[in-house]
């Protein structure tokens, strides 16, 4: 997409565009009154059409895709991870700050709030109070979820349709309204995987790929696991570590849209 038509659909005092970033038409990024003070969009952000963002402080990770008609607003800081999927329709408001891990999905129609709000003060309505929402990595709302200001620990996971008003424990599965810790009945979200499973089931991956895209060549993708490179490549990916040697080459970012949502990686710490 055109770097220029991007640019024209943000209006901020700062912007930090990585590569590859998609805003679709009738999409658009500011304040809630005005310019927003920083805007950051790292590579191949995705923002579907209509889509609406409203805050002062935006921060989008790499590879994350947001469908249409999604409206984000608020008057604190809104940070989202690398990875990331929110199906169309959804609310992320920021009236306190919201904060969102990496590699976590959001399903459609889902809505994260921070505040409540609407009630006459002066007469004495007791409902009126903001707090952040700290969501950490790979949690997962599935869809038609309310959230109320929690904290979701890593790879918690809330069922379809849930109103989710507590604290969320890690690797916890919820439902219902209000949600319930249903994890003694059905498991939590993430298994035990083994290392040689891990490795078993990207080299099917990186074959499947390489079989479709022949154009590439088999040196650009390789395989570590906790730093041993099992096939070396241009791109290394650790399916212990969950990182890749990013170098942003065209079978490396194919490659990882190839294995989204199935498969998630982080750029390896360059300090």
């Not at 809505?111 to 990595?137: E, F």
Request: hydrophobic share 40%; with cysteine.
């Amino acid at each position: 997409m055109d770097e220029r038509l991007v640019r024209s659909r943000i209006q901020a005092k700062e912007l930090h565009l990585g590569k590859g970033v998609v805003i679709e038409e009738g999409a658009s990024i500011s304040g809630p009154n005005g310019l927003a003070e920083r805007v950051v969009l790292g590579d191949y952000v995705y923002i579907g059409e209509h889509s609406k963002f409203r805050v002062p402080d935006l921060s989008i990770g790499d590879f994350t895709q947001i469908h249409n008609h999604t409206l984000a607003n608020g008057y604190r800081s809104l940070s989202i991870g690398n990875n990331g999927w929110f199906g169309q329709n959804c609310i992320l408001n920021a009236t306190d700050r919201l904060e969102i891990g990496h590699n976590c999905g959001v399903g459609a129609y889902s809505q994260l709030w921070t505040h409540i709000a609407y009630g006459d003060v002066l007469q004495g309505c007791r409902w009126n109070s903001t707090k952040p929402m700290l969501i950490g990595h790979d949690v997962w709302f599935v869809g038609h979820c309310i959230v109320s200001p929690i904290t979701a620990k890593n790879r918690a996971m809330a069922l379809v349709g849930s109103v989710v008003t507590r604290d969320m424990e890690e690797n916890h599965v919820y439902a219902g309204s209000p949600a319930k810790d249903i994890t003694d009945k059905v498991g939590p979200q993430f298994g035990d995987v083994t290392v040689d499973a891990r490795i078993e089931y990207f080299r099917a991956e990186r074959e499947r790929y390489l079989a479709a895209h022949p154009d590439v060549a088999p040196a650009a993708i390789g395989i570590a696991a906790d730093g041993q490179r099992i096939i070396d490549g241009d791109s290394l990916f650790d399916v212990v570590r969950r990182t890749y040697s990013k170098n942003q080459s065209e079978a490396e970012v194919g490659f990882i849209r190839f294995l989204l949502p199935r498969a998630k990686f982080l750029p390896e710490s360059r300090t």
